[in-house]
């Protein structure tokens, strides 16, 4: 984590980047429970206030400011970006878990303490990057979660150049890489992070408002993703890429990351929430491709759901969701209804069998 402060470089760039991945398995296992520690631990993964300045979504990308300043070397330059994905990766993970209630104290202190003040621009520039992420992959028609797919080869979206580099032949492949793997969690926690901000009385009304458009921007990815990951979990067959630096993405976590920044605008309040009918198809999906496929009895069904680590992560999430829209909103009542009843009645008739591997459902 410390190898920006020895050189700069590709090779520097990319040995930080590793550590950040390190520093999100250190947290998410709980593995140092000393806030000292973590502090030191912390403290190389947050960004200055000057690289990371609040941008409006409305005004042009430069270097700076969405994008890293211009380096001298065309190998540093080309791998430049990768120092500010990890960083903005691992506090989006990192977000999600204090989110959750997931993490211990010794993390939770100096985490709020670090960010108590770029709320605002750790938002922004995760929500670049998911935008960016999936700007990439929809470029190269592929699906959200980095899978071949002819349906969305068939959108035209421009990918040459995104918010945070200039063209895509600037980025090299393993900078791609790290877009698109952060792309769910920064969605996500971008949600999080311009809502605090914009709960914040000291924030003005035109931050509010740039704010409120970035959070715009993110719902439709944050829909997609949802959709195409269940999709994909429910279709083994659908899983294929011939980009390298599109595999490895992982479906349940795709829809884990979805679901919970939809739960939070949903939970906000806030404007930018999905309308009643894409909120009611979301939760027809959470029963048929999550609740009932892992209420089944064998370790894999016939409805695709893995009983994984990520398949149980996905499952509290939806349960969260599903508590979520109860306490929300009447709109979407025969919805909620459903997707908590079906599940019983399944049981009641033994179609289903609950067991102790599934009492996270």
């Known amino acids: 984590l410390e190898s920006l402060d020895e050189s700069e470089g590709e090779p520097s760039y990319r040995l930080f980047t590793a ?22 631990m912390l403290r190389p993964a947050i960004p200055a206030a000057e690289e990371i300045p609040f941008c409006s979504f409305k005004s042009k990308p430069t270097d700076g400011g969405l994008r890293p300043k211009r380096t001298d070397s065309l190998d540093n330059h080309r791998s430049a970006l990768l120092p500010r994905i990890g960083k903005l990766w691992t506090l989006s993970k990192i977000q999600a878990l204090v989110d959750k209630s997931m993490t211990a104290d010794a993390v939770v202190a100096p985490f709020n303490a670090f960010l108590n003040d770029l709320h605002k621009e750790v938002g922004v520039h995760s929500a670049a990057i998911a935008l960016d992420g999936a700007r990439l992959l929809r470029g190269n028609k592929l699906t959200l979660c980095g899978s071949s797919n002819a349906q969305s080869g068939s959108m035209d979206i421009p990918f040459e150049a995104g918010l945070t580099y200039a063209n895509i032949q600037n980025i090299d492949d393993v900078t791609k890489a790290s877009i698109v793997q952060a792309w769910p969690s920064c969605a996500s926690s971008a949600v999080s992070f311009l809502l605090n901000s914009m709960n914040n009385e000291k924030v003005d009304k035109g931050t509010i408002d740039d704010c409120q458009l970035w959070l715009d921007q993110l719902v439709p990815i944050l829909l997609t993703g949802l959709h195409e990951s269940l999709t994909e979990i429910d279709d083994d067959e659908n899983r294929d890429s011939t980009t390298t630096w599109a595999g490895g993405l992982c479906q349940q976590n795709i829809a884990e990351s979805c679901l919970h ?88 008739n033994q179609s289903v069998r609950f067991d102790a591997l599934h009492t996270t459902t």
Do not use: W, Y
Request: hydrophobic content about 45%; some cysteine.
């Open 19 to 40: 550590g950040c991945e390190a520093l999100q398995i250190i947290v998410e296992e709980g593995l140092i429970t000393d806030p000292m520690v973590m502090k030191r």
């Open 261 to 348: 920044g939809i739960s939070t605008l949903v939970k906000s309040g806030n404007k930018a929430i999905p309308d009643e009918e894409q909120l009611g198809l979301a939760l027809d999906r959470v029963l048929d491709l999550i609740f009932l496929p892992a209420m089944s009895s064998n370790e894999k069904n016939t409805d695709g759901l893995n009983l994984t680590a990520e398949s149980k992560g996905l499952v509290n999430q939806a349960c969260h969701f599903l508590i979520t829209m109860a306490a929300a909103s009447a709109d979407n009542s025969t919805h909620v209804l459903n997707t908590a009843l079906k599940p019983l009645d399944a049981m009641q």
